[in-house]
């Protein structure tokens, strides 16, 4: 079984939102930090946003702050990631990943990481 499932992305215009969602099949989902990763053609994988474990601190950077906003259902082991004034810029394959521990800034490397999903913005 895959640990992590993605849902969600798809064709928007520019200013338009997405929902994504990741679903969760690991034991003891309060026990592991949570993060959205993106990965556009020809750049590296980076951050967009992260959640301590249970309901923790959240993390984002400042070219999706204010605009991305991750959160965590752990009556249902599910992690969003809630996407709005969306930019041609934020184009491309978006991932979860999940590392144990309550810290997303641990030092740890993720443990596990979804098989990503596309988001594509029309200008």
């Known amino acids: 079984q895959v640990p992590l499932v993605e849902s969600g992305g798809g064709l928007v215009q520019t200013g338009g939102s997405l929902n994504l969602s990741c679903a969760f099949s690991i034991r003891t989902f309060n026990n592991y930090a949570v993060g959205w990763f993106r990965q556009a053609p020809g750049k590296e994988r980076e951050l967009v946003a992260a959640?301590?474990?249970?309901?923790?601190?959240?993390y984002s950077p400042d070219s999706v702050k204010g605009r991305f906003t991750i959160s965590r259902d752990s009556t249902k082991n599910m992690v969003y990631l809630e996407m709005n004034n969306l930019k041609p810029e934020d184009t491309a394959i978006y991932y979860c990943?999940?590392?144990?521990?309550?810290?997303?800034?641990?030092?740890?490397?993720?443990?596990?990481w979804g098989q990503g999903t596309q988001v594509t913005v029309s200008s």
């Open positions: 990943a999940t590392k144990y521990g309550n810290y997303w800034y641990s030092g740890r490397q993720p443990d596990y």
């Open positions: 959640q301590d474990s249970s309901t923790g601190p959240t």
